[in-house]
């Protein structure tokens, strides 16, 4: 905004109702891409388990899956209306933001659980 300007600036900081909204946008957007995860590790568990086959196993395996997941990779017909939502209800940097916050968060879980497993006798 320039001095002598009245124009308001175009990207006002959000209210608290926008920024609701974008929070809801974002939980039902993860909330979909996990579910959509968690399918996907179910479906190659028990694809990896009904085939003996090792090279099978090591492409289509759990192995073969992330124990997490990154908002951005999946298909674009997979959670297509919750991203939408969520990338019109956010600022980008809040997009932004919060994706690289929800990966690092399960990376986290990821690596307590790995760690739990090796501990035990």
Known sequence: MLFGTTHACETDPPNRSSRAQCWTARDG????????HHQKRIENSS?????SDS??????????????????????SVCSDER???????????VDHFNKRIVNEQ???ATQVG???????
């Open 47 to 51: 694809s990896s388990s009904s085939s």
């Open 107 to 109: 990376r986290s879980v």
């Open 84 to 94: 939408s939502n969520y990338h019109s209800s956010c600022m980008k940097s809040w």
């Open 29 to 36: 957007y993860f909330g979909c891409l996990a579910q959509h």
């Open 55 to 76: 090279s099978t196993r090591s492409h289509h395996g759990p192995s073969a899956l992330k124990y997490y997941f990154v908002p951005g990779e999946e298909p674009s």
């Open 115 to 121: 760690l739990s497993k090796s501990r035990l006798p």
